[in-house]
């Protein structure tokens, strides 16, 4: 129904830099809320960062002064930028959007399949 796409994961030193983007199609909708989340093996999924339509943010404090997340309204896309990356950072990145589509009242969660983030000593 509606589908979100990561990309830009991949394998950076540390120091480095990535750029993730996550791009939302398929049915008529109006997203409220855009994020992005990380996971590790056997941990619990982390928020890292959020942007409502408003443009207003919030980060998790581990990746504060480092990530800016941003986004694109017209292209329901979203982007999250990551500099100084530490081992630390290594996860598995996953969007999310709430969304209400066309003729809804509530949002719903809409999630991606996640992209590999790996960050070497």
């Known amino acids: 129904q509606v589908q979100l796409v990561e990309s830009g994961g991949g394998l950076v030193q540390a120091g480095g830099s990535l750029r993730l983007s996550c791009a939302a199609s398929?049915?008529?909708?109006?997203?409220?809320?855009m994020a992005w989340y990380r996971q590790a093996p056997g941990k619990q999924r982390e928020l890292v960062a959020t942007?409502?339509?408003?443009?207003?943010?919030n980060y998790a404090s581990s990746v504060k002064g480092r990530f800016t997340i941003s986004r694109d309204n017209g292209k329901n896309t979203v982007h999250l930028q990551m500099n100084s990356l530490t081992p630390e950072d290594t996860d598995v990145y996953y969007c999310?959007?709430?969304?209400?589509?066309?003729?809804?009242?509530?949002?719903?969660?809409?999630w991606g399949q996640g992209t590999q983030v790996t960050v070497s000593s």
């Open positions: 398929g049915s008529s909708m109006h997203i409220s809320v």
């Open positions: 942007i409502n339509s408003g443009g207003d943010t």
């Open positions: 999310n959007a709430a969304a209400f589509l066309t003729g809804g009242v509530s949002p719903r969660d809409y």
